[in-house]
């Protein structure tokens, strides 16, 4: 696989160690790798905005300026597949993943294993997101990422498949239309199905999804639920 991978701390000595573990992955593995190192999250928008084809960001959190977190969630608004790996040195931050939907966290000094499973997992999902499904609209086929799919909704004969910034009308039923989906979905209603990166937060009557969507869970369902989010993350 081909990989695009951006190593964003402050500490040279940090990207230059972290440079040298996910070449040598990536050698061993067969990846064809560009690498590419930053010392702040300024220096990286600036590439971004002219090349968002990044894959996997390793990113330290604690950096002068713009933090990790901060900069994750600014990216994260515009491109759902990339893969986010933080780096810190302390645990407090774990809970700030979950709104941009980070793959993983490693501690501070970064074991060279540790960090292989990582890349290893982020591109078994980046290999599953690139997936796309076409839709038959009444507006003609429109290609649709897997990875781009909020959740899916049933309307009598029709489902509505929202995205961050569209929702598209399809004439086909949830159930032949979850045929197309993969694991990173999870049905949650008879008419619900929720893709389980974007949920934001889950109680035991419904699911608020990132774009602030409000999604209904079947009475029974939240144990499911709960249990298919964490095996996710």
Same mark, same amino acid.
């Given at each position: 696989?081909?990989?695009?991978?951006?190593?964003?701390?402050?500490?040279?000595?940090?990207?230059?160690?972290?440079?040298?573990?996910?070449?040598?992955?990536?050698?061993?593995?067969?990846?064809?790798?560009?690498?590419?190192?930053?010392?702040?999250?300024?220096?990286?928008?600036?590439?971004?905005?002219?090349?968002?084809?990044?894959?996997?960001?390793?990113?330290?959190?604690?950096?002068?300026?713009?933090?990790?977190?901060?900069?994750?969630?600014?990216?994260?608004?515009?491109?759902?597949?990339?893969?986010?790996?933080?780096?810190?040195?302390?645990?407090?931050?774990?809970?700030?993943?979950?709104?941009?939907?980070?793959?993983?966290?490693?501690?501070?000094?970064?074991?060279?294993?540790?960090?292989?499973?990582?890349?290893?997992?982020?591109?078994?999902?980046?290999a599953c997101r690139q997936r796309s499904i076409?839709?038959?609209?009444?507006?003609?086929?429109?290609?649709?990422?897997?990875?781009?799919?909020?959740?899916?909704?049933?309307?009598?004969?029709?489902?509505?498949?929202? /995205? #961050?910034?569209?929702?598209?009308? =399809?004439?086909? *039923?949830? &159930?032949?239309?979850?045929?197309?989906?993969? @694991?990173?979905?999870?049905?949650?209603?008879?008419?619900?199905?929720?893709?389980?990166?974007?949920?934001?937060?889950?109680?035991?009557?419904?699911? /608020? #999804?990132?774009?602030?969507?409000? =999604?209904?869970? *079947?009475? &029974?369902?939240?144990?499911?639920?709960?249990? @298919?989010?964490?095996?996710?993350?």
């Amino acid at each position: 696989m081909k990989l695009k991978i951006s190593i964003c701390d402050d500490e040279a000595e940090q990207r230059a160690y972290l440079a040298d573990l996910v070449f040598s992955w990536a050698k061993r593995n067969r990846h064809l790798t560009e690498i590419r190192q930053y010392a702040d999250a300024k220096s990286f928008l600036f590439d971004y905005s002219e090349e968002k084809d990044f894959d996997i960001l390793l990113l330290d959190i604690e950096m002068p300026g713009m933090n990790g977190i901060e900069l994750a969630k600014t990216v994260r608004c515009e491109n759902a597949a990339v893969q986010i790996v933080f780096i810190t040195g302390y645990y407090e931050y774990f809970g700030d993943g979950f709104d941009v939907s980070a793959l993983h966290y490693l501690i501070k000094p970064v074991d060279d294993g540790k960090l292989c499973a990582v890349l290893d997992k982020a591109v078994d999902c980046l290999a599953c997101r690139q997936r796309s499904i076409l839709l038959s609209t009444s507006e003609g086929d429109i290609k649709v990422s897997l990875a781009n799919i909020l959740y899916v909704e049933a309307q009598n004969v029709y489902v509505i498949v929202h /995205t #961050m910034h569209e929702s598209y009308r =399809v004439r086909m *039923s949830l &159930g032949k239309f979850s045929e197309q989906l993969d @694991a990173t979905f999870f049905k949650v209603h008879r008419s619900f199905i929720a893709g389980l990166k974007y949920i934001r937060k889950i109680t035991r009557t419904d699911i /608020t #999804m990132e774009n602030g969507d409000s =999604v209904p869970i *079947s009475r &029974g369902l939240y144990d499911d639920v709960h249990a @298919a989010l964490i095996k996710y993350l």
